[in-house]
């Protein structure tokens, strides 16, 4: 009987990375991608390792263990991974390093788009200690844009990423038809990668991070002193010595000279430089070495940048005093900018607080109001929703919006904009009666007689806020609650949507400020939206006649270091078929989008108005986000994807406990959510009587008018305010999809089967 062949074997070299490998072949095992065998070489490392792969193979058949009598070095202990694998891609993974979700089903992916190239190149991400993650810098080689797959000189740029084995899957037939094979040494992913790529006759890329680069903060290979760094110029001869040969029988290996020589000379000049690397009575050996490569492999006339061309003939010359002594003239003057330039901040910013206390002294003007978001974002949320009712109801007042320049195309015309930190916003602040922010307003804010401070606060209140944060120190990290008291207590007013709200803010946030439960102003275009307006915005945003489009917009998660999807979105669309598609939204907090825009899967964490998202959309998807009692009051399905409900109640808390009371269906893990789509239940009538209890408690002014009602009694001194419309009589507008289609619109299969996707991160 045949045994069948894996499409990936994913090699593990491991050696004195116990604290690391857990982590690293869980995040191989929890691949939704299931077609692999991992195969773990024990490197005769002196820990734990070889237990720990153990306990991975007993536990799961596809891992298998490899076993070296001595320690050879990464190189070899990836060779015997070779020799031992049958899979159809060759995929190399560090011991410390990880695979992020779903990586191995978006090279799959891929790897069958392009063909089955003999090399496909992936992106990473560096991940340090401290929980930060920096995409690699030369991601833009990775772009899929043109023809794939391609050879490399249609693609030389991608020789400018870094040389190793862990960023590309390649095919096994392929590296054993050219005998390519790792070398013994440090740097041995060096002459493993340049004739990789070369003698490729097929490669594709894929932009799109697959691999999380440790970055140690003591004890990795290359990061510890050692003479063992003088292997680097063993390893460019390997290089150089394999253009030689091939340069006998294929002529096109002459073009890359120009092109390794620059690579090798900026490699050897990032080893000498690094203080981490070489021991100080090895320093000059390195540098009479590294004259003799230079001088040995060089091309004239290879193009170059002037700084760099300089750095390669210091390196050449072996002028070594002179090389320091340019480093230490270069590190001076940097270091007397940097004290320049704080020395010109810390004076910029005495002056504007000595402007604006000279300005709190000038009388106030009581036409003039000044608007604000979070973080000095564009025009919008419930701070635009009160600026538009203010230039409508309240036109003397002239009103002024406070953003970074960046956002100022966002602010309407006739509003003034303003540049956080200068001297206008400064006299703002100072001499405007009105103050309107969903956010503190700031430590140095001094609130004057006569100043009205109203604060709209984020939206209605799910997770915990305020002072119940001193129960969730994981949270709470540093919070000044004294300075949160200070400020809660200069409010005058706080806009609530509900009575659910102002209970909440009234013990979190106590202060003297008078409630204003009139409703969320920013929900009133979506009451007062119609479908002509819905048709535009999905026209817009390339929404197909009749598709079915999914918002999903989850929420920050505080316990993780690293946010990621909690959904693989292509599969989702995959499976549920051509009519739908998903519009993803990350959290502002996650400093990226939750998945590239392909297919139907579209990305639109960079749109400036979510209301205008929950428009377009025809249902919500969301976990524990405040959008969804927006999206309430609009009536349209809401889906909660509740994973890991105990550990996000443990660390952050919630107010409403949504398993009791939903605003829809619920779904645990990626499967089931398919299946409510797939069957129609999230349309269904069960999830819209859940929907209206969910409206009638948390929507009971949300009818269009919640913003007028704020300035009709906080600008014209009106004490009633205009009544509001009752939950029946309202008629927002209703989704695109299923006014075309009242039938449920899947027939997919709801899939069989457990799914087992976790993340170690």
Sequence with gaps: MDVPVPRFSVIVPAHQVQAYLHACLESVLAQSYPDFEVIVVDDCSPDACGAIADEFAALDPRVRVVRLPRNEGLGPARNAGMERAVGDYLVFLDGDDTLTPHA????????????????LVYDYARTYWTGKTVRNQAAAHLTEQGPAPFRLADRPGLLKLLMVAWNKAVRREFAEREGLAFPPGYYEDTPWTYPVLITAGTIATLDRVCVHYRQRLRGSILGTPSERHLDVFTQYDRVFAFLEAREATHPDPARWRPLLYRRMADHLTTVYTRPDRLPRPLRAEFLRRARVHCRRYRVPGAPAPLPVRLRHALLRLGLRRTYAALRLASALRRRTARGASALLRAARAGALRLHYRVQCCLPLRADRAVFAVEGNRGYGRDPGALEEAFRRLAPHVRTAWAADPAHHHTVPPGTRRLTPGTAAHGTALARSRYLVCDA????????????????????TPLKHMGLDLQERPGVARGTDFTGLLREAGSWDYVVSANRHSTLTWERVHPGGWTALEHGQPRTDVLQRATAADVARLRETLGIPEGTVAILYAPTHRDYRRTQRAALDLERVVRRLGPR????????????GPLAASAGRVLDVSGHPHVESLCLAADALVTDYSSLMFDCAGLDRPIVLHADEPEAYEAVRGTYV???SFPPGAIARDEDELIGVFASGEWHGTRSARLRAAFRERFCPYDDGRAAERVVRRVVLGEQDPPPVVPLAERRPAPPAALVRTPA???????????RTVTDSL
Excluded: S, Y
């Design 440 to 459: 503190p307003f700031g430590p140095g804010l001094v609130r004057r007689r006569g100043q009205v401070l109203v604060q709209t606060q984020a939206g």
């Design 744 to 754: 449920p619109l899947a027939t997919v299969p709801q899939p069989v089967g457990p």
């Design 104 to 119: 191995l089903r978006a090279v799959a992916d891929r790897i069958k788009e392009t063909g089955d190239p003999d090399v």
């Design 580 to 591: 739908f598609m998903v519009l993803a939204r990350a959290h502002p907090a996650h400093g």
């Design 657 to 659: 406990d949504l398993r």
